[in-house]
Antibody, heavy 122, light 108 residues
Framework: EVQLLESGGGLVQPGGSLRLSCTAS????????MNWVRQAPGKGLEWVSG????????DYADSVKGRVTISRDNSKNTLFLQLNSLRADDTGVYYC???????????????WGQGTMVTVSS | EIVLTQSPGTLSVSPGERATLSCRAS???????LAWYRQKPGQAPRLLIY???RRATGIPDRFSGSGSRTDFTLTISRLEPEDFAVYYC?????????FGQGTKVEIK
């Protein structure tokens, strides 16, 4: 069964840092681009960042550029999101999502994790 | 950045009836790279339609997508109980891969 499982969320103070992880199973992780999508409480979906299958190419939303780093360890089938200089408006559920196909950055998202909650508050 | 505007914000429909959702893009979406997702409360989104009109694996044929360039439509031919949810469109033809603000389909 194809599965994504996020972890690492929690409560952090403004200005703090957090590292999210997403462990994949059931598919050949290294050939697919992966993404992080977040959802503020009661709000819509916002794509945050994406990374190519090999990890050499990354992309970020303007709202997080310079504060967030996406990476992956293909030997461990794991995707990461390092969040720094966190602000209140970074609060939300963070989902990892798999590209449907292997054409980097031109794909919809066919598999989603259950999400991990990040709360930024003093 | 391509801005996607979904309408209506909320759609009230009776079970078994048809629902038509709209997604309008601020610029042309290249190669019809547009997807639709359904999100039930407390759950992750699920891919329904990709490339504007292709059904994702396991999606029943009551879901259909159409459109091109700046105007796209998701049609649900006969609403089932599990279809009362929020629907998002997404374009993935250019970065950033933006989402619409969502349409909530509620029971009339």
């Amino acid at each position: 069964e194809v599965q994504l499982l996020e972890s690492g969320g929690g409560l952090v103070q403004p200005g703090g840092s957090l590292r999210l992880s997403c462990t994949a199973s059931g598919f050949t992780f290294r050939i697919y681009g992966m993404n992080w999508v977040r959802q503020a409480p009661g709000k819509g979906l916002e794509w945050v960042s994406g990374i190519s299958g090999g990890g050499r190419t990354t992309d970020y939303a303007d709202s997080v550029k310079g504060r967030v780093t996406i990476s992956r360890d293909n030997s461990k089938n794991t995707l990461f999101l390092q969040l720094n200089s966190l602000r209140a408006d970074d609060t939300g559920v963070y989902y990892c999502a798999k590209d449907l196909g292997t054409s980097w950055n031109e794909e919809s998202f066919d598999v989603w994790g259950q999400g991990t909650m990040v709360t930024v508050s003093s | 950045e391509i801005v996607l505007t979904q309408s209506p914000g909320t759609l009230s429909v009776s079970p078994g009836e048809r629902a038509t959702l709209s997604c309008r893009a601020s610029q042309s979406v290249s190669s019809r790279y547009l997807a639709w997702y359904r999100q039930k409360p407390g759950q992750a989104p699920r891919l329904l339609i990709y490339d504007a009109s292709r059904r994702a694996t396991g999606i029943p044929d009551r879901f259909s997508g159409s459109g091109s360039r700046t105007d796209f439509t998701l049609t649900i031919s006969r609403l089932e109980p599990e279809d009362f949810a929020v629907y998002y469109c997404q374009q993935y033809g250019s970065s950033p891969r933006t989402f619409g603000q969502g349409t909530k389909v509620e029971i009339k």
